[in-house]
């Protein structure tokens, strides 16, 4: 067995990758493909739902919107849990609030009651996003943590595209309630999956070190084929703390704002571009059909990304990679700004931008998920991606005001790509 004075993580950096951790990221890329999923839902139900309600734009925005603001709730309220009582159970109450509020949006009769259920499903949304972003990268070795946050990280974009092509396939037999219809299913048919090949996290075991911990540690690392430990190691600083205080107090502040200011700033770019890539798209003369393929076309682009900045990263070392990554998501988004016909210049310019807001964004949750202790990493996740969907909700209010008040196409998108920039400023140090 191994000496009292090698924790757990530890022993799982510096080994090799097993079957059974590959097994357990490949979880966290289905859960987190079940968010991409359940957050486009609403925009797969909306036509159906305007059409079968006689639903304005204004209501099906603050519709859209409640979904998110129930995200940003979840992340800062559910994700910390992950720190109190496992990472796995965690991961299991964000399941079931998917799913009940998945299966309750199918059976409501008005905007108000929809609104409440999507609320509430965000919930699951936004804690789960907290929890398995930290979980991916401690299931894997030190050299590998950047692929495994990245591939979990992509299960979001393959999770919308896939979930967009079931959703067109179910809304040609039925009506819209069959999209969150299929979302609950597959909700509930995570669970025994995550059940079996989800174990519980040896960090948080050793951090935080509930009943049986040696027990329950050993047997992880067993399943990982590692050595197991003969007693408990001594946690460093006494007993652990986690909470928003301890991670906005003393040498963490500065950390932990910088994260914040970076997600904030990248996310303003993510979701000015996602939000308004339809749109624009169809502004420079091609019809909503067209629209959708180019940006069906820009995800596509975007998985690619996502998995090449994983492995760049664990060739040439994250601090390298995210700053060149950051800098072209600011580039390709000012790029798109110039989009002109034909179709396959605007197409061209579109997956450029995916490509790059994509790999960003795998390479900047694998900064989050592995900047905090174990004791603190699935609050400081769900602190930082909380606060950072208020990003999310400014970018696109923010561009429609900018689009109103006469503000050219080129000069908003250069505005929305320089806050990438931002983030690439405010990461920088902390990915050394």
Known sequence: MAQATTAARDLIANGPMSRVQWQAIAVTVALSALDGFDVLAMTFAAPGISTAWGVGKTELGLLLSS???????????????????????AVLLCLGIMALGMLLSAFTEN?????????FTGLGIGGMVG????????????????????????????????????????????DWRSVFLFGAGMALLLVPIMLRYLPESPDYLVARQPKDALVRINRVLGRFGLQRLDVLPVPENGAPKS?????????ARQRTLRLMGGYFLYIMSIYYFLSWLPKIVADVGFDPATAAGVASASNLAGIAGGALAGMLASRFGLARVI????????????LFGQAVPP??????????????????MSLLYALIGTAFAPAERATGAGLVIGVGRG??????????????AGIGLAVVSALMGLAALGAAVLVRRLAD
Do not use: H, Q, W
């Open 111 to 119: 905007l108000g009651s929809i609104a409440a259920c999507r609320l």
């Open 323 to 334: 700053v060149a990554v950051l800098g072209g998501t600011a580039f390709s988004v000012a």
């Open 67 to 89: 979904g998110l603001a129930g995200m940003a709730l979840g992340s800062l309220f559910l994700s910390p849990l992950a720190d109190r009582v496992g990472r796995r159970p």
């Open 131 to 174: 929890i398995i972003t930290p979980l991916a990268a401690e299931f894997a070795n030190a050299r590998m943590k950047p692929v495994a946050v990245s591939l979990m990280t992509i299960g979001y974009p393959v999770g919308g595209f896939l979930g967009g092509a079931a959703s067109g396939l179910l809304l040609e037999a039925y």
């Open 243 to 251: 909470g928003v205080r301890t991670l906005l107090a003393g040498t």
């Open 391 to 404: 990003g999310a909700v400014l970018a696109p209010a923010l561009a429609g005001l900018m689009f109103d």
């Open 343 to 360: 179709l396959g210049l605007v197409t061209l310019f579109a997956c450029l931008a995916g490509f790059f807001v994509m790999a960003g």
